[in-house]
């Protein structure tokens, strides 16, 4: 049984950090792409970050290019999204989610995504 569960999420000032994790189970992680997302309350669930199953390809939203960063460790079957400089528009329910295996990044948009964790609340105030 395929499980990811997220991990990190709290409260942090702006300007603050956090670094949230997704520990993946019941697959092989080397073979996946996986995705982060978020959604605040009464808001489109958006993409986040992505990170490709062969480390070459990485992209951001723009909002967060420079202040976030995703890393992956295989050996762990873990991803990290690293988050730098908070604002309070980065407040949200944070997911990771995997396409299929050997699919690089797909766009946020698409269908691809169809395992999903549970996600982890990121909330920034003052």
């Known amino acids: 049984q395929v499980q990811l569960a997220e991990s990190g999420g709290g409260s942090a000032q702006p300007g603050g950090s956090l670094r949230l994790s997704c520990v993946v189970s019941?697959?092989?992680?080397?073979?996946?792409?996986i995705g982060w997302f978020r959604q605040a309350p009464g808001k489109e669930r958006e993409g986040v970050s992505c990170i490709a199953y062969d480390y070459e390809n990485t992209v951001y939203l723009n909002s967060v290019k420079g202040r976030f960063t995703i890393s992956r460790d295989n050996a762990k079957s873990t991803v990290y999204l690293q988050l730098n400089d908070l604002k309070a528009e980065d407040t949200a329910v944070y997911y990771c989610?995997?396409?299929?295996?050997?699919?690089?990044?797909?766009?946020?948009?698409?269908?691809?995504?169809?395992?999903w964790g549970q996600g982890t609340q990121v909330t920034v105030s003052s």
């Open positions: 019941g697959l092989k992680l080397q073979y996946y792409a």
């Open positions: 989610a995997l396409p299929l295996p050997l699919e690089r990044c797909p766009p946020a948009s698409s269908r691809a995504y169809s395992k």
